[in-house]
């Protein structure tokens, strides 16, 4: 089992640019979820799908913000146009049922906007 | 919306004390869960709790679910180097689940 796979692990960008961050979660999950890790506001819920169908996404900070679940094992969370304050650690994770100690996170992409 | 609060923010202290941190809620969770979060990676889960007045024990790790289902602490036993990092409490209500800030824990050798 490889665990949540995300990609890239570093992302350096120029404010204004389309950041892309990717998620690969474990095979059989059928939940998938977006997490943001700041200093500032600690780990907030932007989305989560259940089935690659988006449920909630409410947590999604402004229309800059689009994540997308095309299949059972790839989602994305694009920013476009990025902005400084988008830094931060960008984490997914990913479940199987709904037993909330199912949860897997990822290690996690740390976006830089410069 | 839902807050909890963990205390304490951070905590220095010498290999083999032990560690107590915990998290309260103004709000009733199903489900309260404690996660370590090492450097550069992303959060593990340490333990689950289901039930309010729950008590639970993962090695040197102890957990409570609080009565009133709006808190939980964690005990560290006799902490060793390795337990070095940031431990989180998550309160969970279905696929709803919300952090605190984190503690974030030094011990010295």
């Known amino acids: 089992d490889a665990g949540v796979i995300q990609s890239p692990r570093h992302e350096v960008t120029e404010m204004g640019q389309e950041v892309t961050l990717r998620c690969k979660p474990i095979?059989?999950?059928?939940?998938l979820f977006w997490y943001r890790q700041t200093m500032m506001r600690g780990l907030e819920l932007l989305i989560y799908f259940n089935n690659n169908v988006p449920i909630d996404d409410s947590g999604m900070p402004e229309d800059r913000f689009s994540a997308k679940m095309p299949n059972a094992s790839f989602s994305t969370l694009k920013i476009q146009p990025s902005e400084p304050r988008d830094s931060a650690v960008y984490f997914c994770a990913s479940r199987r049922g709904s037993e909330p100690h199912g949860y897997t996170f990822g290690s996690g992409t740390r976006l830089t906007v410069v | 919306g839902q807050q909890l609060n963990q205390s304490p923010q951070s905590m220095f202290i010498q290999e083999g004390e032990d560690v107590s941190m915990n998290c309260t809620s103004s709000s009733i969770f199903n489900t309260w869960l404690w996660y370590k979060q090492d450097p550069g990676e992303g959060p593990v889960l340490l333990i689950a709790?289901?039930?309010?007045?729950e008590l639970t024990s993962n090695g040197r790790l102890t957990a409570q679910f609080g009565i009133t289902r709006k808190d939980s602490f964690l005990n560290i036993s006799a902490s060793i180097p390795s337990d070095v990092g940031i431990y989180f409490c998550?309160?969970?209500?279905?696929?709803?689940?919300?952090f605190g800030a984190g503690t974030r824990l030094t011990v010295k050798p």
């Open positions: 709790l289901y039930k309010a007045g």
């Open positions: 095979s059989g999950h059928d939940y």
């Open positions: 998550a309160g969970s209500n279905n696929n709803d689940m919300r």
